[in-house]
């Protein structure tokens, strides 16, 4: 298990980490004596993030840095890398959380749509974890990855095709990267949540859909599951995808 509590503490970056299932993963981690790097590509909800989680851990001050991303943007990507590094001297874990989704047909997604979901779930998982992979390969302590995918990442669902389509490249991008860096003292794994009471998935639903009967996780939930990931990674393999619903 890792020493979570060790005196330079680890630090972790988490992609849209400013609600929701993010701010909790990122909340979890302080507690527990890591450096925190939170981002959005909204500095406003940054700011506000950053202010928020200060009032719970005032102590925590000095182990958070906000930063804004695009995590479709590689100069984005590289600048928070770089400044992360340059702050914290390490990153030893990467959890790849940012998403958006349209609650589309098909024939009514827009050619926009499509590509900012890819480009968003897809492809901020592959920037940033580019980016991120020779610090966790050098590293001693042994990097993880957690890439958070969907139960819609298992299971197609209508009106969710760019949605779906980028959760299920998600699970694959995870298995491959897996195997390269076997032998590396790295593990890449994904977590694939069910329905989670977050703003996304109100906004996405706020008309004619009631979510009122759904059986929804909160976002504390994951979040306590990615951290047990990351804690007892041990007892996790390399390239595994963890499905997490309500009892």
């Known amino acids: 298990m890792m020493n979570l509590v060790k005196q330079t503490g680890y630090t972790a970056i988490v992609t849209g980490s400013t609600r929701g ?16 790097i939170i981002s959005s590509k909204n500095q406003d909800s940054v700011d506000n993030a950053i202010q928020d989680i200060y009032l719970k ?8 840095l906000g930063l804004k991303c695009d995590v479709s943007k590689y100069s984005d990507v590289k600048s928070l890398v770089d400044v992360s590094i340059k702050r914290f001297g390490e990153i030893d874990i990467l959890v790849n959380n940012a998403g958006i989704v349209y609650y ?32 966790l390969i050098k590293n001693k302590s042994g990097g993880i990855i957690i890439n958070v ?43 694939c949540p069910g329905g989670v009471d977050t703003d996304m998935i109100k906004d996405i639903f706020k008309e004619g859909y009631n ?19 990351i804690s007892n990674k041990k007892d996790y393999h390399n390239g595994q995808s963890i499905e997490l619903y309500n009892q």
């Open 211 to 229: 979510l009122s009967n759904r059986n929804l996780m909160k976002p504390q939930q994951v979040a306590k599951k990615i951290y047990d990931m």
């Open 149 to 191: 995918s969907s139960g819609a990442g298992k299971s197609g669902f209508s009106n969710l095709s760019s949605y779906c389509a980028s959760k299920f490249g998600v699970i694959g991008l995870t298995e491959s990267i897996a195997k390269e860096v076997a032998g590396n003292n790295v593990k890449v794994m994904a977590i």
């Open 104 to 135: 589309r047909s098909l024939i009514d997604t827009t050619e926009e749509e499509w590509d900012k979901t890819i480009d968003t779930n897809l492809k901020g998982i592959f920037l940033f974890t580019k980016e991120v992979l020779p610090y």
């Open 21 to 36: 299932i993010g701010k909790e993963t990122a909340l979890l981690l302080l507690e527990n004596g890591m450096n925190v």
């Open 57 to 64: 851990f005032p102590s925590k001050k000095e182990n958070m």
